[in-house]
């Protein structure tokens, strides 16, 4: 769940929604259909958080071999289902895993979206173009990210998004 809130910017909620049907593994890319909090499936947060996100081979790797571990496979069971088969408490994950973890590591204070404003920071720090950085986090204005607007094409999205993973993913 840390790789995918790193490498796709996804809020929490965006995170626990996720079904395998949302992954389209021919296109490498992502599609955001709901959000999950506790045991609430919702629509996304506005009509831009729908778009769909470019999915690095590397993530997608990493994604296939979660799948082959989990014993919730089917296209609408959930990617990080919890014992129940139903999404994982967010906050549970947070204080039991994620912030004894990020302790160790001597990073400090951390929540969920940590890892959304890290992930636009990283994106930013790497020369990313600003309507690229807005559409990967999916933003209905572009002032919520830099207060510009331009449209992004596909091909910068999924070079950001390699970039990116491929950063991550090598430590």
Known sequence: MVLVAGCLGLRASEIM???WGDLDWDNLTVFIRRSATGKHIYETKTEGSSKP???DPNLADV???HRERS????STDFVFAGESGQPRWRGILLSDHIKPAAER???GKIGWHTF???FSTLVHSMGTDLAVQKELLRHADI??????????????KRKAIRKLTKRLLEG
């Open 143 to 156: 002032k919520t990210t830099m207060n510009i607007y331009t449209q992004a094409v596909a091909p910068a």
């Open 105 to 107: 590591a001597g990073i």
């Open 53 to 55: 996100v470019p999915l």
């Open 17 to 19: 929604g996720l079904q």
């Open 116 to 118: 959304r404003h890290t």
């Open 63 to 65: 994604l296939l071999s």
């Open 71 to 74: 014993p919730y496979k089917a």
